[in-house]
């Protein structure tokens, strides 16, 4: 079963950054939108970012996606973390769209969840 790896979560102070990256070598990672999405405890999962199968977005913010298809690797860079970005973070397969903008849109469009990366940032 086709399933994403996260990693490169940890502990940063308020203010850092950090890079995630997730990969699933069972794919053609070229064929999907990649989604990052976040779920705190007690709250619903949101998404965060996407990086579309072209990789030609370029719409950039606090947290931005993008790809590496050649190394089967999507990327989350995530600047100026704040104590509320504290949660896991995982990525998925856009099964829908191709494109996304750097928006994740609808959660259940989304499939291969991976198990996640903790990042927790904190002082």
């Known amino acids: 079963q086709v399933m994403f790896v996260e990693s490169g979560g940890g502990l940063v102070q308020p203010g850092g950054s950090l890079r995630l990256s997730c990969t699933a070598p069972?794919?053609?990672?070229?064929?999907?939108?990649i989604g990052w999405f976040r779920q705190a405890p007690g709250k619903e999962r949101e998404g965060v970012s996407c990086?579309?199968?072209s990789d030609a977005d370029t719409v950039k913010g606090r947290f931005t996606a993008s790809r590496d298809n050649a190394k089967k690797t999507v990327y989350l860079e995530m600047n100026g973390l704040k104590p509320e970005d504290t949660a896991p973070y995982s990525c998925?397969?856009?099964?829908?769209?191709?494109?996304?903008?750097?928006?994740?849109?609808?959660?259940?469009?989304?499939?291969?969840w991976g198990q996640g990366t903790q990042v927790t940032v904190s002082s």
């Open positions: 990086s579309s199968a």
């Open positions: 069972g794919i053609t990672l070229g064929d999907y939108a």
């Open positions: 998925a397969a856009n099964l829908v769209r191709r494109s996304c903008s750097g928006l994740p849109g609808l959660i259940h469009e989304y499939a291969y």
